[in-house]
């Protein structure tokens, strides 16, 4: 069975940076899609981003084009999310998930979920 384990998350002050690790056992991450999730208190969860290494596809939401990337070290078997210019707004529990959706469209359906890590952005 497939599993991950989210890490990194914390305090920052607002345009601060943080990495996001998610470790991925039972499954090689070469094989299917992993992404990233945020819910925010009182809000709907979210797609942030998610990529699919065999073919480099990738995909992030217009909230945080050109400040997250999103990496998988296939040796490692684990998927980062490397945040930049953080804002408050980016104030979030963040989860890994995989095995779903991740086109142009946005990113859905994943079967495979991580425990959230939280972030606080202050301002």
């Known amino acids: 069975d497939v599993q991950l384990q989210a890490s990194g998350g914390g305090l920052v002050q607002a345009g601060g940076s943080l990495r996001l690790s998610c470790l991925v056992s039972?499954?090689?991450?070469?094989?299917?899609?992993v992404g990233w999730f945020r819910q925010a208190p009182g809000k709907e969860r979210e797609g942030v981003s998610c990529t699919f290494s065999k073919d480099g596809s990738t995909y992030s939401a217009n909230s945080v084009k050109g400040r997250f990337t999103i990496s998988v070290d296939n040796a490692k078997n684990t998927a980062y999310l490397e945040m930049n210019n953080l804002k408050p707004e980016d104030t979030a529990v963040y989860f890994c998930a995989a095995f779903g959706f991740c086109g142009v469209g946005g990113m859905s359906e994943y079967d495979y979920w991580g425990q959230g890590t939280l972030v606080t952005v202050s301002s």
């Open positions: 039972g499954g090689s991450l070469d094989d299917y899609v």
